[in-house]
């Protein structure tokens, strides 16, 4: 029987919520991030890097944009007999089936999977985050502290402090009290949603867990559990870039990071690659008449307009004389002639037909969901078609094909939604 | 399954220079990502060629590495296998490949071991996208032993016909005469590169030919056989070429800055596969300025670029201008530097205030690892 002495449990149900129409047809894991990459490769470019070759990948969330991204886990050397990447969605059981109702608990019906392999330890990540961290270190640190859970905490701002999990530690880190979102924070540390614990140790708060809570969460459950039965629960201090993207804002901000000349977070490392799944691998060209001034672009695009500021994904087209300004292109999308775009997110696939102008006018805050859409940002959805001429303001939500019934004036406002639901 | 494949990829290039002492010219770097052989790879693998066999002897190492896994090309199941065959010595044969028919006869077990009806024997450092089941089932249509590929001639083409062997055909399109690389070229059909034979009759040929001390795919065979067997040609009408001297690698790489060129081949499926660096996005900063010019993943740009191929990771610094060059993976080129028709090999790294000028008829090209 394989056997290992880690494996990772990847939790990538996110749905993303505060992020709106991006994660309207995937999980948060599944939204690009930095041109080419989709959030979920970070954590398990990690996985590999840190010579983790075993990870369930839980789904349940809009999956399928997720599983084909993930395939048999070729891009992240996850294709491998007897362990790799294995996507474990909810299921049947016996008598009965369930979702997965919360962290913990999408764990707890995974037992099985988990103990098919006889691991020694069992790595809890989630698949919302934007970083670069050697698990291996952790788990060295989990073995010398003999602890039975060990949990990576920032260093956060203490203003900040009410809106994560807090961990309060002793002067060997080990922590003797964890708060969910306390009002009044006595500590810095916030949880990272991400553990080490020692299999044995998790398989039993698992099940006890789960006959009181049909819930179970590690935040709100497991780990207050293990602290109140005198576990050695421990704090692993990690100091590094590392992002929860929440927010259409901090997505925008997370990815205008990357263009700085010199980003706090570094894709160019030698020895410590991000691995992704992407069609193209040829390069990209810059026509006679283009510009471009702190961009980056990704592979196969074919640029003959004006980009600044900007992030393009893969195989992305600006023709003659479109301009695009602090903007997000993702992968597959065309931008026609004379557009201009500035501050705005073009999802996957989109075509931005000629003389459109995106992200324009006065800043007023989104009518229908003013709590997401409140940043100046306006999101075209995947496989949109914007028809020839439209004026899109500030803060605006256009998603499906548009046909000429559906625009007045050739003017959508800012704040103003325009979402046609021509597809399945 | 109707064919095998094999990718010719030992052969020494002398006309390549520098560019090819530590390297065969299968593994070139063209088109910004990719080296020769993709192109001969992908297009048998997306013509559904599922077993292919890579002859390689000089200069092997980089093509080695290049060809580490399979995968990338869609080899490397049990129904589809990637063979590398390299020069070794046994009791029974003490020799390096003495040529190309001599090449494939040391490797005969492969042929034999198959059962479909056709071998598709392809050179490593040809540049072509082609579906290979159009050539096959014209071959098997014509009940041809041989099919040869030929690129036509056509005014503008900068062909040297004096360079490439040359096929005269009749009204069939079937082969008159074959004249390798005459002195007073009769015809302006050039072959590609690309054989179609029916395997039996190949094993057999290899077998008598090697008998008779006989090695050359071209001489003992095309040539010698080309009345007694059925040999047809095959026109290929989209773009072909082959890296047979520094001028004809300058030149396949500047086709790409071609629209249709990149449409066809970077753009229309199937797509030619490499295998994958996992570089980042290229990044450009603020002085950064590109024109018409292809750029590789994971290059750094602050400096001015035009008409010029950049590949993977390659650094430009502030105020330093490249024109008109190939700038190859991994070059690090510093501030306020002029290249200009130039071929900067891999890994050339160049410190501040350097000038590398060649001119169009005489190119600036620096060897692998330089460092000014």
Redesign the interface.
């Known amino acids: 029987m394989a056997r290992r002495e880690i494996i990772a449990m990847l939790l990538a149900g996110g749905q993303g919520s505060r992020l709106g129409i991006l994660s309207k047809k995937k999980a948060k894991p599944a939204i690009s991030f930095?041109?080419?990459y989709r959030i979920i490769d970070f954590p398990l470019s990690n996985c590999v890097n840190s010579e983790i070759d075993t990870v369930g990948i839980l789904t349940q969330y809009q999956p399928f944009v997720l599983n084909k991204h993930i395939g048999i886990g070729?891009?992240w050397d996850l294709d491998r007999p007897n362990s790799g990447a294995v996507i474990l969605p909810p299921h049947l059981k016996s008598s009965e089936g369930d979702w997965y109702s919360g962290t913990a608990n999408a764990i707890y019906q995974n037992i099985n999977f988990i103990n098919s392999y006889s691991p020694r330890y069992v790595l809890i990540i989630s698949g919302d985050h934007v970083y670069k961290m050697d698990y291996s270190k952790m788990l060295e640190y989990h073995r010398r502290k003999n602890a039975d859970a060990t949990i990576a905490v920032l260093e956060i701002n203490i203003n900040d402090a009410s809106r994560f999990g807090i961990m309060n530690v002793d002067e060997n880190n080990k922590i003797y009290k964890f708060e969910e979102k306390p009002e009044f924070p006595k500590s810095n540390l916030a949880s990272m949603g991400i553990y080490i614990f020692d299999w044995s140790k998790l398989h039993e708060f698992l099940i006890l867990d789960n006959k009181i809570h049909n819930n179970s969460d590690f935040g709100a459950h497991i780990i207050p559990e293990m602290i109140k039965f005198k576990k050695n629960v421990y704090a692993y201090k990690f100091v590094d870039y590392w992002k929860d993207v929440g927010t259409i804002e901090s997505y925008w901000l997370a990815n205008m990071e990357l263009?700085k000349?010199l980003p706090s977070f570094n894709?160019?490392e030698n020895f410590w690659?991000?691995?992704?799944q992407?069609?193209?691998?040829?390069?990209?060209?810059?026509?006679?008449?283009?510009?471009?001034?702190?961009?980056?672009?990704?592979?196969?695009c074919?640029i003959y307009g004006k980009i600044y500021n900007s992030?393009?994904g893969y195989?992305v087209v600006v023709e003659e004389n479109a301009i695009i300004k602090d903007s997000i292109i993702m992968s597959n999308s065309i931008v026609k002639k004379n557009c201009y775009i500035e501050k705005s997110i073009v999802d996957e696939n989109c075509i931005i037909d000629k003389n459109c102008k995106i992200g324009i006018g006065k800043n007023i805050i989104n009518s229908s969901e003013p709590n997401i859409y409140n940043s100046g940002i306006s999101i075209i959805g995947e496989n949109s078609f914007i028809l020839e001429g439209l004026n899109i303001g500030k803060n605006c939500v256009v998603s499906g094909e548009l046909k000429k019934e559906n625009i007045i004036n050739n003017e959508l406002e800012s704040g103003e939604n325009l979402i046609i639901n021509n597809m399945i | 399954m109707r064919s095998i494949g094999i990718i010719l990829a030992g052969g020494v290039s002398k006309n390549l220079g520098v560019l090819t002492r530590e390297r065969a010219a299968a593994a070139m770097p063209v088109g910004g990502c990719y080296r020769a052989i993709d192109f001969s790879l992908s297009n048998m693998s997306n013509s559904g060629v599922s077993k292919v066999a890579i002859i390689t002897q000089y200069n092997s190492r980089s093509l080695h590495n290049h060809l580490s896994s399979a995968k990338w090309w869609n080899f490397g199941y049990k129904h589809g296998r990637l063979f590398i065959f390299s020069p070794y010595i046994s009791e029974g044969n003490q020799f390096w490949y003495r040529g190309t028919a001599d090449a494939i006869y040391q490797n005969l077990l492969f042929l034999k071991k198959s059962h479909e009806k056709n071998v598709i024997i392809s050179h490593g450092d040809i540049i072509f996208k082609i579906n290979f089941n159009t050539v096959i089932d014209f071959h098997e249509k014509n009940n041809a032993n041989i099919t040869l590929i030929y690129k036509k001639k056509i005014n503008n083409d900068s062909f040297n016909l004096c360079d490439f062997g040359l096929l005269e055909i009749d009204e069939n399109n079937r082969l008159v005469n074959f004249d390798e690389k005459p002195l007073d070229p009769k015809s302006d059909n050039i072959f590609a590169g690309i054989y179609i034979f029916s395997r039996d009759m190949l094993i057999e040929i290899l077998e008598t030919i090697l008998s008779q001390n006989r090695y050359d795919l071209i001489s003992d065979i095309i040539i010698r056989y080309r009345k007694k067997l059925k040999i047809m040609a095959y026109e290929i009408k989209s773009y072909w070429n082959v890296l047979n001297n520094i001028e004809s690698f300058y030149r396949v790489n500047f086709d790409f800055l071609n629209k249709n060129i990149r449409d066809e081949f970077l753009h229309t499926y199937p797509y030619i596969e490499t295998k994958p660096k996992d570089d980042p996005p290229a990044k450009y900063n603020f002085n950064a300025k590109t024109k018409n010019s292809i750029v590789g993943s994971g290059s750094i740009l602050n400096g001015y670029t035009e008409n010029s191929i950049l590949f993977n990771k390659v650094y430009i610094g502030e105020l330093t201008s490249v024109k008109n060059s190939i700038i190859m993976d991994k070059c690090q080129i510093g501030n306020n530097c002029v290249v200009e028709n130039a071929i900067l090999d891999k890994s050339v790294v160049l410190s501040d205030n350097k000038k590398i000028q060649g001119s169009q008829i005489d190119l600036a090209v620096v060897s692998k690892h330089s460092i000014f």
Do not use: A, M, W
């Open positions: 930095g041109g080419k070729i891009p263009i000349t894709l160019y690659k991000i691995y992704t992407v069609e193209y691998q040829s390069p990209h060209y810059f026509g006679k008449n283009s510009d471009v001034s702190t961009c980056i672009i990704s592979e196969g074919e992030i393009l195989n």
